[in-house]
């Protein structure tokens, strides 16, 4: 299999272009690929900056429900000191004696 001159003449510009295009074909699938590494690298940054949003979202949080607990607490404390104030107002009587004096 033998290759003539006018052969020779076709063979090699469509070789030089086929080469071309495989240049073209790697360098094109090098750019796609750094593309996809960028937009994995921005999505991460993106989720890690949500994580510490929400971290920090759930700090605050906790700090509030921390300080509502304590005023619930106090609130409780307060209710229950006003309800034994009543209890007491409301055994002793106010004209009658806490004892009975039993000597004739």
């Not at 003539?4 to 510009?13: H, S, T, V």
């Not at 229950?80 to 009975?100: L, T, W």
Request: charge should be positive; hydrophobic fraction near 25%; avoid cysteine.
């Amino acid at each position: 299999m033998s290759l003539k001159g006018i052969e020779l003449q076709i063979a090699l510009p469509k070789t030089f272009e086929a080469g071309k295009i495989a240049e073209q074909k790697q360098q094109q699938s090098q750019v796609n690929q750094d593309l996809a590494s960028a937009l994995v690298e921005r999505e991460e940054k993106r989720k890690k900056g949500k994580v510490l949003e929400s971290e920090e979202t759930a700090k605050v949080r906790d700090e509030d429900e921390e300080k509502k607990r304590k005023e619930q607490m106090m609130q409780s404390k307060r209710k229950k000191g006003a309800r034994d104030e009543e209890k007491k107002k409301s055994q002793s009587h106010p004209y009658k004696g806490s004892f009975i004096d039993l000597t004739t």
